[in-house]
């Protein structure tokens, strides 16, 4: 086998003779600044701000609120390297698609494999976190679901395990047994799986008007959280800002990088923007401060309403106000929730079939998940294998996990692109773009990459004296934590030797940088498990995809 078919590329001309461009070339370029700000904060609003805000603030308290602002600025960078990738590849499709035509096809396999994390796993949290805010919803109607089926059985083992009370412990303590085996499941998060797999099968989709809707309502529902909020707040619940202290508030990461998944979405309106160069970037920076400015504020109402160590559920925006006894928010934010976490159900379950359907195409999967079915229009073997995919880890997995298995794929893919758009990049101002593309603007970090290392370095050391000592401690109880900044460290200074000798473009430089930091919070069981499932990617490459590839067919 030669390594070099492993790195083989798909032309620009054979997507274009197999109609990849056809939703491109003609499209109306109607979208202005406002417009693309708008679908940001529609695709980042999501499942993050109704569920995973609540684990944040439960693991580095009201100190989380510095963890968004570094996530903010590690997506804004990501942003622009998917607008570049998306004007330099005019194809529709994801990054996996960008990856194939950049960098070959081993590159686009695992690309696409870990696009699989954030748009399928993705949507298991999402249901675990839909299925809490519907079981308040029934409460509030006086419908009482027992707790054998509102919980999954892995929390409820944990529940009895600990001597834990509450919604675990009663549903191990009632659940029917057959066999010996005690039947306990989230019986709602398979419901709607199975609901949003069906409206997906017959190729029902939200019209504008309707997704817009939902967009408003979303908005509105947390600034009513925040005013209402507000008036609860006691601040001696922000004292300590960092209770569990910085190593508290990188533990969020998961979540709180959860919280911004979706932004990558708009990037992909590149060809229908009246003015990409200018309003492209806008609009993703402004959606993503609007965002971010939002997660800050909600974090910390829900930190001042109640202790941050009481927000560990998957339904916190509803739990707080149970707690204070305000029924008529709780309704009120429950509906809300319900409503949001389907839509982003919706679109997030409809992309996974189509990134299978285009590997299919590509032969680097079976020809049935490229199959379009003759009445709806739509890949429908992939879209029910998608089903299965995101409802049978239902039954055995938990919230935590999924999030993070979620969030270190993500990310994962997120450094793929960075790493390959500075690869991409001129490495001088050169290139100028071309009219109606994006190009992401060309700034030497010769030396302002080194000086901002430098700089960073010694702003630590100042407010953190025992900061770097403590990182580079490699003891037993320390190990797992600190390998991975210890490796961060060595890497940055790699890069920052790099900058200064290749002339790096700046910014995919500050994205890739800022991604590989994230990835430094990340439990080690999450790299076990990531490893794991890159592990198998690449054996159902190797088995399949590297045989079966169209490219092997291509003549010379």
Not at 190 to 197: A, D, R
Not at 347 to 367: A, E, N, Y
Request: proline letters at 4%; glycine letters at 8%; one cysteine or more.
């Amino acid at each position: 086998m030669s390594l070099t078919r492993l790195f083989r590329k798909k032309s620009l001309d054979v997507i274009l003779k197999q109609g990849g461009d056809g939703e491109h070339s003609g499209l109306n370029k109607v979208l202005t600044v406002k417009d693309l700000t708008f679908f940001g904060i529609a695709a980042i609003i999501g499942g993050g701000t109704f569920s995973a805000i609540g684990n944040a603030c439960f693991s580095g308290g009201p100190g989380v609120i510095l963890l968004y602002v570094i996530c903010a600025i590690a997506c804004g960078f990501t942003a622009m390297c998917y607008a570049e990738f998306a004007s330099r590849v005019p194809v529709s499709g994801s990054a996996y698609t960008y990856a194939y035509v950049s960098f070959g096809e081993l590159f686009a396999w695992i690309i696409g494999w870990a696009l699989l994390m954030e748009y399928s796993i993705g949507n298991i949290y999402i249901a675990f976190s839909w299925s809490g805010y519907f079981t308040n919803l029934l409460e509030s109607f006086g419908l009482h679901l027992p707790e054998w089926l509102t919980i999954n059985y892995k929390s409820a083992h944990a529940a009895f395990l600990e001597h834990k009370a509450g919604e675990g412990m009663l549903a191990w303590q009632n659940a029917p047994e057959i066999a010996g085996l005690k039947i306990i499941f989230d019986m709602p998060a398979v419901v709607v799986n199975i609901l949003i797999t069906y409206l997906i099968y017959k190729g029902t989709s939200e019209s504008k008007n309707v997704s817009n809707f939902m967009v408003y309502l979303k908005l509105i529902i947390i600034v009513l959280v925040i005013i209402v909020g507000a008036f609860y707040i006691d601040i001696d619940n922000w004292t300590p800002f960092m209770p569990n202290g910085f190593k508290g508030v990188m533990a969020g990461v998961s979540a709180v990088f959860f919280a911004y998944i979706g932004f990558d979405a708009v990037s992909t309106l590149a060809e229908e923007s009246k003015n990409p160069q200018r309003d492209l970037p806008k609009g993703m920076i402004y959606s993503l401060v609007v965002c971010t400015i939002v997660y800050i504020i909600l974090a910390l109402v829900l930190t001042g309403m109640v202790k941050y160590d009481l927000l560990g559920v998957s339904d916190p925006l509803a739990e707080i106000f149970a707690l204070k006894g305000i029924k008529w928010m709780l309704f009120i934010v429950s509906i809300a929730a319900v409503a949001a976490m389907t839509s982003v159900m919706l679109v997030f379950q409809m992309g996974q079939p189509r990134i299978w359907m285009t590997m299919s195409r590509d032969g680097l999967m079976p020809k049935k998940f490229a199959e379009i079915h003759p009445k709806y229009k739509t890949p429908g073997f992939a879209t029910i294998v998608t089903g299965f995919v995101v409802g049978l880890p239902i039954f055995f997995t938990d919230e935590n996990f999924v999030l993070d298995f979620t969030s270190i794929g993500t990310l994962f893919a997120f450094v793929l692109v960075c790493g390959g758009v500075l690869m991409l990049s001129p490495t001088e101002e050169s290139e100028s773009p071309t009219k109606g593309k994006f190009r992401i603007p060309y700034i030497n970090s010769k030396f302002i990459f080194p000086v901002l290392v430098v700089g960073s370095g010694i702003l630590i050391q100042y407010l953190f004296p025992t900061y770097f000592a403590e990182a580079c401690s490699l003891t037993k109880e320390n190990l797992a934590t600190n390998l991975p900044l210890i490796v961060f460290f060595i890497f940055t200074l790699i890069m920052t030797v790099m900058a200064f000798v290749k002339k790096l473009s700046l910014i995919p430089l500050l994205g890739l940088i800022s991604c590989c930091y994230l990835l430094t919070g990340m439990a080690v069981s999450n790299w076990k498990w990531f490893g794991v499932w890159l592990v198998i990617g690449l054996g159902v490459y190797f088995a399949y995809g590297f045989r079966n590839s169209k490219l092997n067919f291509v003549k010379k």
